[in-house]
């Protein structure tokens, strides 16, 4: 079918600035290039649109441009030469509407000789439209465009209205302009081929447009969902072409999915048209965006645009019933409509979920970004509020205090007491509750099937009734209107004339309404069937699985044609109309499963064709009170029933007659909360909708339960009213059996808990109630547990729950609030409780009561006058507080942490300033110390209230001082988080401090300070940084860890087919690196794709060659690997393996299936996830869109975010810096990016975090570009990131020191600039200046200058103070200057030679022979072993003494003689030997004698063999030579000075080598 035989299209036009130029229709091609060309005459017509797009839609346009052209030309005027085509597709990887792809666009118009003749047609979505509508609007100062919307949004909203925009970095639509389209063609062939998630996105739209302007196109929506997906999405048989154009061949969905597009259209169209500078009416079109904009702004792009809306709408849909605008009715109607048009209503929907993994919405975050919301008034933020569905509250958004959106978005509500000493008594409420969903569902068949108009009031509104409209309507049984904002539904009955339905009735899961209308439908009689001939009932998945068999068996029996259509006994069912329709007469019905059939049959009855008499079999009747309730509502609507015996009725013939006004009585069960509120509380109220002829069981509770409490009821027939004793005096009830009624069980068993009012025991026993262990939840050990948090002594009886009242003075609300498991009783019931609760009461999951009161909460607080507050608990965590002297570091720290731990940081002291908007010192110089600490004691109390999760909160130093403040932060340590108290050197403190003028001085000496502060600071922590170890679960070391590691690291990729050859270079290529990657892809067994084994067994081999982390990483082909993309399950199986195999990082890449990568995530473990992305085709750019979209994915799934881009030139390398800079300062996850190619090398130098690496002893690099870590160093060098350093050996004598050999091999096999040499003098005082110059990197120190060094240096580390010696200076370099710090590495040497050559028990003792300085190490490195003997020989005595006092508690004996009797009975199984070789002590054979070998450590080392290691080795002990000992302690020196790990292979030949030759 070619484009030419397209029919002229029956188009529909739509005015927007007072010009028709919108036009809809379906297949509008032709239409459209006709009258673009006539009617917007230009020498060039350029199509922009999206490499996305199906390519028929362009290939049909340009098959038949030069056509239409050329009759359109020749007809006119011969001279006018033919306008040419060009078209630009916008490649889909850089559809991103971004300043670049604008560039893009207009380079190329340019390079094709566009000038001002040019007319641009957008044809894609609302991204191709904003963006190509910018270009129009500037290129030549401006040319005519149209807009070809081609999906949903664009046809609704974005190509109507003139805004085009791109977004920039800082936002969305920052630079655009307004622009006018000169047409509009809205071709609603386009949807067929749309994503359905894209569909139902744009469905978000038309949703609010109809609920803020028409209720009729709003039910429209409601009844119209399955029409219009079908238009969309069934791609019916097409029998005929093109159909749709002409209204010959549109079919009736396709008629209604146009009209409602076209509705939307118009009334942005017309919106747009009264205010097209978006100034003030327009604001109404952003009903859900205040909100949902916010959720956008955290949850995009993992949900869509219309998405987040969807979840907006509703939560302002509900601040505007908060405050009383809106009704339930309207809130529920927009729920199901959005649900039923696929769109998530809540955050916490499993499928929302889904999609976006890890990212969440805390309250903080939403209300921080509203505050920056374009619609606000100052600071004020506004809401569109709907008053009813089609209205508005005002014609523009209202402002809504942020306490009102806080308690509506947060997951939790805190209920606060009402006051006992208010007069409550004086206080009467009258409020309706929510109706009976059973009376409801009755209701709307008997007034359907009546005859008259019946306006029913309070109907619940809920699925069954919904679906019951929706089906009663396509029946033509009955209309319906909804009246006063939704109180009142006006029916206006059918008399039971039915009619076939156009299409098959969904019924969703919707129970009641599926088995009350199968009788119903039963009633449609031969006459009516059209075109169709049979009525099919159909549900969800889940309705297919529920029973209907011995309805439809009774409705056969007695002559209906019922068919199953699928499976036997459930829906979908067939039913046919037979002559006599629904026949009467004598039917049977088995009663024994479900009181629903019953009443089906019952309520159609009366309009069989014979008196029906029905006699219900089986063993027992289930539900009596239900057919009481059907019988009772069916007699109101003028039929009698009559009970004849046992369990026959006979049901006259007649019609319904419709009562004027039908009240739909009250759920019992919900009519109990507000009668317990008043009850409790000592109100009174009254419900006018449920009293004493109420056939529920429930509605019982107020007499049978209150009364006996002490309350004063009053009932009429229909109405209830209660009046509570004063607060503090309900009575228990001794026994009460609750079986009629026993949902009210949680009700009466808060009542219950405060039922105290006299001093003996008062013991509330409900029983009767075993049925409640089956609900929601196990209720009765719920209400166990919850209340027994509150301090109430309760428990379990077999059927039913004992409870102790107590004084309510003596209650307290659980601090992590009560749990409602996901049952509305639960939370309604407590939430009573809270109402008198001392300190308020945190109800989590509040939004559990939607099941049954959606309103709860509303009414609670504005009819019940209960105040609430909205708290963000859920699964957040306590924020952290740092108190501690000012200058300790916990600004910096505190930053490092929150960054460690993925949390905010807030400093208390700014916090104070911007809320003051004064400088503190202005303050404290306005108003004093005193009101300085009164204000900051406030501001810690309203912070800890509306920050109390997710933050790390830095307290100014003094905070402690004020009373308040510290009470404050007891409590928090004590029933929160952890209140952390970081401590620092004093000295330290205030050299600090010195350099610091900004900050207001105090007047007493530090150090006064900081003794009268000590003990108050401990008083508030919990945890202290010097004492404890771990903060918000993170080991301190950790952080500090991590504090420190500014460093590079990188990772080795190797590239070989299989490692196993290659190991024993190994030590080799991984010098410098701090981790191994694999590349799985890279292997090949063979010659073939290794398999699982081999990969496993490679992992093994690897593991046993090197100790460094495993990087494991299996590079797709389109990532520029060699492993299948169509192999993704094995890809995910490989991952999972390698986790199972303990390797520490797993690369995953981010395009894959985010549901298997969400599995991943789950199982990782310990394990780190690299979440990576490569730009193959090298078209991302650092400075757009794409990478920002790539890391944010990246960002959810891993704890390390690796982007890989392609250079081009030098200046993409800049770009990325300034990428990852800007994204480190919002992203706490470190960030690998880096660019690929010979251009791109200077990434690889700058970049921070496991930088790839290569290694020339390596095959081949992983990716072209790759430098080695040496190289990497050199580089560094050379552009100035890594200054020269010089290291030395301070000491005398030390001409023959092996250490300069050790190092500067060190330096120069990883490519470091720096140099070591000797310093040799004998006066300590030579090196000051040495140390003093800002090129000195470090130095080794040996004797005499072990311990004269140390008042030299700026700290000495933990272990140097203990062994009390140094022998290594490190420099380190941080925000508080340059630092010069001990360490002792010779222990560590020691410990090193030792710890791999025994195995060490709480039995074996430890000899150290000589008591000097390196004695001390020796005796330090094996406690640190776990030795708990340590015999110490030396000569002089004194000596020892000396080293039994500094180590008290290492269990040192001290020896006169190595032939001492305790040597003999405990031999040793270690020996260090400190003294010089040249030392000739007697080695008596004793000291071998455990026979079981052991270690000998000798310090000496010359001569490298001493007599004691060769007497060792005749006894079988294994000796370590003095010189391995010192390369061992020397290479521990090399990575605290370089933070890299020492080459050792070469370092130790080397040095050997050079040893050997002295
Ligand atoms: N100017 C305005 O007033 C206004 C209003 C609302 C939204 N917007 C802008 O619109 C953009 C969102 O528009 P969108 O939702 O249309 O997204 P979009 O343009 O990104 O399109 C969504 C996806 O559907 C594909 N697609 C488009 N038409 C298709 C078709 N017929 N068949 C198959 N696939 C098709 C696209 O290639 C894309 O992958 C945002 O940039 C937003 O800012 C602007
Ligand atoms: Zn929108």
Redesign the pocket.
């Known amino acids: 079918m070619t484009l030419l035989e397209q029919p002229e299209p029956d188009v529909v036009k739509v005015s927007i600035l007072n010009e028709e130029s919108i036009i809809l229709g379906f297949h509008l091609t032709k239409f459209m290039l006709r009258d673009v060309i006539s009617n917007i005459p230009s020498s060039n017509y350029v199509i922009i649109t999206?490499?996305?797009?199906?390519p028929i839609?362009l290939s049909k346009i340009k098959e038949n441009f030069n056509k239409i052209a050329s009759e359109i030309t020749s007809a006119k005027d011969k001279k006018t030469p033919e306008p040419r085509l060009i078209t630009y597709a916008v490649p889909?990887i850089r559809?991103a509407?971004t300043r670049d792809t604008k560039a893009d666009i207009e380079d190329f118009l340019l390079s094709k000789t566009c000038a001002r003749d040019t007319c641009i047609l957008a044809m894609?979505?609302?991204?191709?439209?904003?963006l190509a509508?910018f270009v129009a609007a500037t290129f030549m100062r401006g040319i005519p465009y149209v807009q070809i919307?081609?999906?949903?949004?664009?046809m609704v909203?974005?190509?109507?209205?003139?805004?085009?925009?791109v977004?920039t970095p800082h936002g969305?639509?920052l630079i655009g302009s307004f622009w006018q389209p000169k047409r509009i063609y809205i071709d609603l062939v386009?949807?067929?081929?749309?994503?359905e998630r894209?569909f139902n996105?744009?469905m978000a739209?038309v949703i609010k447009s109809a609920i803020i302007s028409s209720e009729p196109n709003f039910i429209n929506l409601e009844n119209g969902v399955s029409s219009i997906r079908e238009a969309v999405f069934s791609n019916p048989k097409r029998d005929v072409p093109f159909q749709g154009a002409i209204l010959a061949t549109r079919t009736p969905s396709q008629s209604l999915l146009l009209s409602v597009i076209m509705e939307a259209t118009k009334f942005k169209a017309g919106i747009v048209t009264d205010d097209e500078r978006d100034s003030g009416i327009r604001s109404l079109l952003n009903f859900g965006h205040t909100i949902g904009h916010a959720v956008e702004a955290i949850l995009f792009p993992e949900l869509?645009?219309?998405e987040c809306i969807s979840i907006g709408m509703i939560k302002e849909a509900e601040i505007a019933r908060h405050h009383g605008h809106l009704n339930q009715v309207s809130v529920s109607r927009l729920y199901k409509v959005l649900q039923d048009y696929g769109l998530p209503v809540s955050l916490d929907e499993k499928k929302v979920k889904d999609l976006v993994g890890k990212k969440f919405c805390s309250v903080d975050k939403l209300m921080e970004i509203m505050k920056v919301d374009k619609k606000n008034q100052g600071d004020q933020k506004r809401i569109v509020m709907l008053s009813s569905i089609g209205n508005t509250y005002e014609k523009k958004a209202t402002i809504v205090s942020d306490s009102v959106i806080r308690k509506i978005l947060s997951p939790s509500i805190k209920i606060l007491p009402v006051t006992s000493s208010s007069n409550n008594s004086s206080i009467h409420v009258t409020m309706t509750t929510p109706g009976s969903k059973s009376i409801s569902n009755r209701a709307l068949v008997l007034a359907a099937l009546g005859n008259g108009t019946c306006r029913l009031k309070g109907l619940l509104y809920s699925d069954d009734t919904q679906v019951m409209m929706v089906a009663l309507q396509k029946l033509k049984g009955a209309k319906f209107e909804w009246k006063n904002d939704g109180e009142t539904l006006v029916v206006t009955g059918g008399g039971g004339n039915l009619q076939i339905p156009d299409d098959e009735l969904y019924l969703g899961n919707a129970g009641t309404a599926s088995r009350f209308l199968t009788s119903v439908c039963t009633l449609i009689s031969v006459e009516t069937a059209n075109q169709k001939n049979s009525t099919i009932l159909t549900g969800n998945a889940r309705m297919k699985q529920r029973p209907i068999g011995p309805l439809v068996m009774a409705l056969q029996e007695n002559g209906s044609q019922i068919r199953y259509v699928e499976n036997e006994g459930s829906l979908p069912i067939e039913i046919t109309p037979s002559q006599n329709k629904f026949k009467g007469g004598k039917i049977n019905l088995s009663a024994s499963i479900s009181s629903q059939y019953v009443t089906s049959i019952l309520l159609s009855a009366p309009y069989a064709s014979e008196p029906v008499t029905l006699c219900l079999i089986g063993d027992k009747v289930v539900s009596q009170p239900y057919i009481d309730m059907t019988i009772a509502m069916m007699e109101s609507f003028g039929i009698k029933v009559e009970r004849l015996e046992g369990n026959v009725y006979r049901i006259p013939q007649g019609k319904y007659t419709n009562p004027s006004e039908y009240v739909i009585e009250s759920d019992a069960s919900s009519a109990t909360y507000p009668l317990a509120v008043a009850a409790i509380t000592g109100i009174t109220c009254t419900l006018p909708n449920i009293g004493s002829t109420s056939l529920q069981g429930d509605a019982a509770f107020a007499v049978k339960v209150l009364e006996p409490m002490g309350c004063t009821v009053t009932q009429t027939e229909t109405s209830t009213t209660v009046q509570g004793p004063p607060i503090g005096s309900l009575r228990p009830l001794p026994n009460i059996d609750m079986e009629t009624m026993t949902d009210a069980f949680l009700t009466a068993s808060v009542l219950a808990a405060v039922a105290s009012n006299n001093e003996e025991e008062c013991i509330t026993r409900i029983t009767g109630i075993a049925n409640q262990r089956v609900k929601e939840c196990n209720r009765i050990s719920a209400m166990v547990h919850e209340l027994n948090k509150f301090g109430v002594i309760a428990s379990e009886l077999p059927d039913g729950i004992q409870i102790h009242g107590s004084k309510i003075q003596s209650l307290k609300g659980p601090v992590g609030g009560v749990k409602c498991y996901d049952d509305h009783r639960i939370a309604m019931s407590f939430s009573t409780l809270g109402c008198v609760v001392p300190d308020g009461t945190i109800i989590r999951e509040k939004k559990c009561v939607e099941k049954t009161w959606p309103g709860w909460w509303d009414n609670l607080e504005s009819k019940l006058g209960i105040n609430t507050v909205g708290i963000d608990s859920g699964s957040h965590h306590d924020s952290i507080i740092f108190i501690g002297m000012r200058g300790v570091g916990k600004t910096t720290l505190g930053r490092e942490v929150a960054k460690a731990l993925d949390r905010e940081f807030l400093d208390l002291d700014h916090h104070f300033e911007a809320t003051l908007s004064t400088p503190i010192p202005k303050f404290i110089e306005e108003h004093g110390w005193d009101a300085f600490r009164d204000k900051e004691s406030e501001i810690l109390r309203s912070l800890l209230n509306t920050h109390a999760s997710d933050y790390i909160i830095a307290c100014g130093g003094g905070i402690v001082e004020h009373p308040a403040s510290r009470e404050l932060l007891k409590q928090y340590s004590q029933n929160h988080g952890e209140v952390v108290h970081i401590v620092r050197d004093m000295n330290d403190v205030i050299r600090y401090l010195n350099k610091d003028t900004s900050r207001p001085m105090l007047s007493e000496d530090l150090f006064n300070v900081w003794n009268r502060r000590k003990t108050l600071y401990n008083e508030c922590s919990n945890v202290d940084v010097n004492t404890i170890n771990t903060i918000g679960g993170m080991t301190v070391e950790n952080i500090v860890e991590i504090i420190r590691k500014t460093r590079r690291t990188f990772f080795i990729s190797l590239t070989f087919p299989d490692i196993t050859p290659a190991l024993k270079i190994m030590p080799t290529i991984t010098h410098g690196v701090d981790a191994i990657e694999l590349r799985v892809d890279l292997l090949s067994e063979n010659g073939d794709m290794p398999s699982v084994e081999y990969i496993h067994d490679q992992l093994a081999s690897l593991r046993r060659s090197s100790s460094l982390p495993i990087i494991f990483t299996i590079r797709s082909q389109s990532q520029g690997g060699k492993y299948p993309d169509t192999q993704e399950t094995e890809y995910f199986n490989l991952l999972e393996q390698a986790i199972k195999n303990g390797c520490e990082y797993i690369d995953v890449e981010i395009h894959k299936s985010p549901k298997l990568i969400d599995n991943l995530i789950k199982m990782k473990g310990n394990t780190k996830i690299i979440a990576s992305w490569h730009d193959i085709p090298g078209t991302m750019k650092w400075d757009g869109e794409e990478v920002r979209r790539r890391v944010r994915t990246a960002h959810n799934i891993g704890d390390i975010i690796k982007i890989v881009g392609r250079a081009k030139c030098l200046s993409d390398n800049f770009k990325l810096r300034e990428f990852v800079e800007w994204q480190q300062q919002h992203i706490k996850k470190p960030v690998i990016a880096i660019n690929m190619e010979v251009e791109g090398q200077l990434s690889r130098l700058l970049n921070q975090t496991l930088t790839p690496v290569t290694h020339p002893l390596l095959p081949s690099k992983a990716a072209p570009g790759q430098l080695s870590v040496n190289e990497i160093h050199k580089g560094l060098h050379l552009i100035g990131q890594l200054p020269k350093k010089k290291f030395y050996i301070f000491g005398n004598p030390i001409a023959h020191s092996m250490s300069p050999t050790l190092h500067n091999t060190g330096f120069e096999v990883l490519g470091l600039p720096h140099h070591y040499d000797l310093f040799e003098s004998e006066d300590i005082e030579a090196v000051k200046p040495i140390i003093e110059d800002i090129e000195f990197g470090g130095a080794s120190v040996t004797i005499p200058h072990k311990i004269s060094i140390i008042p030299f240096l700026d700290q000495i580390s933990e272990h140097s103070k203990l062994i009390g010696a140094v022998n290594t200076i490190i420099v380190t370099e941080s925000e508080t200057g340059r630092k010069l710090i001990g360490e002792n590495t010779d222990w560590l040497g020691i410990y090193s030679s030792i710890k791999p050559l025994i195995e060490i028990n709480s039995e074996t003792i430890g000899l150290v022979i000589g008591g000097g300085g390196t004695s001390r190490a020796g005796i330090y490195a094996l406690h640190q072993l776990g030795v708990h003997t340590i015999y110490l020989y030396n000569r002089t005595q004194a000596k020892i003494e000396e080293l039994k006092n500094q180590f008290p508690k290492y269990g040192i004996v001290g020896l006169s003689s190595l032939s001492d009797e305790r040597i003999k009975q405990k031999p040793p199984r270690i020996i260090v030997s400190t003294i010089p070789a040249t030392s000739n002590i007697e080695i008596p054979y004793e000291l071998f004698a455990s026979g079981k070998g052991g270690v000998i450590v000798e310090m000496a080392y010359k001569p490298r063999r001493t007599q004691l290691l060769e007497k060792g080795a005749e006894n079988g002990w294994i000796g370590v030579e003095g010189v391995q000992v010192l390369i061992e302690q020397g290479l521990c020196q090399f990575e605290e000075w370089t933070g890299r790990r020492a080459p050792r292979n070469i370092i130790e030949g080397n040095v050997h080598r050079k040893y050997n030759n002295s």
């Open positions: 999206d490499e996305n797009l199906p839609y889909s559809r509407k894609g979505g609302g991204v191709i439209g904003d509508g919307p081609t999906t949903l949004i664009a909203d974005s190509s109507i209205g003139g805004k085009t925009a977004d969305k639509n386009f949807l067929e081929t749309i994503p894209e996105n744009g739209e869509l645009h219309g």
